[in-house]
């Protein structure tokens, strides 16, 4: 499964100029057949970049918060995989602090833009975000 | 112990799918429910991934604060810019897909680049009960942090609780 994951990403070869030569040697860890930090990253550089790109097709406000939600797990789920193949002694719960308190900024920016969204709506009656371009130029 | 180790693979794959793929669903659902609800499916794939990790607390706090939380506030939003007069759906801005795919590529490109080519520690440290060893962290080391978040925390809700009151009476006085 891990083979053919990894063969997915290596027949994009735009995604991956450099790829090819390199693979075995820095994944080795991949090839032995267990997961890895790499894994993990990989699952977060995914969710990152969908997030991202959430933000910027959708023009729905509330869809623009989701995508940036899935931005901070994004960052968080990175953190907690660092932390867990870190060399540090209790190293690993350095960083599950670390997400603790994304997770903490995460509830705060999502009430306080929620918030902002509900005003928008009741002054302009749609929460587009590219009606609300009164500030604009 | 090979057994529990393919288990372990097994789960992960599972857990990954759940966390990512939604995120298209996101992307591709015209109704504003229906991306909630896949944003509901990621969340819980975050939060196994985070279990799986050997993270108990911050996968429990993970269910706690983004889906009964955060996302019960999103439906909450949706609920209350819900305009019965037109259908729950929303225009898309066409003009804005390629950069935004292209952009995500490009994000991803780089973040794979640095995950595949980086020789990382593969060597991970063994699962213990965090939530105790969190508290005392939370306590002693991050301390200050502990408490400017708490305040920001608090500021962010007071502000969000204003803002929104205060659209209400605007519209109530109109």
Known sequence: MIHSFEGLLKSI?????SFLGQAEG??????AGSIGLTHYLVVSALAFSLGITIIVVRRNAIAVLMGIELLMNAAGLNFVAFAKYSNVKGGAVDGQVVTVFIIVIAA???????AIVLNIFS??????????????? | MQGSEGYHNLMFWIFAAT????GLGILIAKDIVRQAFWLLLSLVGFACLYLLMGADFLGFTQVVVY??????LFLFGVMLTHRTDVPLK???????????IVGGLLSAAALLHVAYRTEWNTEASAVEPTTSAIGQKVMSTYLLPFEIVSILLLVALVGATYIARRGGEKGESE
Request: aromatic share 4%; hydrophobic share 55%; glycine share 10%.
């Open chain 1, 123 to 137: 002054n302009m009656n749609t929460i587009e975000v590219n009606e609300a371009d009164a500030l604009k130029g």
């Open chain 1, 13 to 17: 070869p735009c995604l991956y100029p």
């Open chain 1, 26 to 31: 820095a994944a080795s860890s991949a090839a």
């Open chain 1, 108 to 114: 705060a920016e999502a009430a306080l833009a929620l």
């Open chain 2, 19 to 22: 966390a990512v793929l939604p």
């Open chain 2, 90 to 100: 929303e225009v898309r801005g066409w003009n804005l897909v390629v950069p935004g």
């Open chain 2, 67 to 72: 889906i009964g939380g955060i996302l019960i």
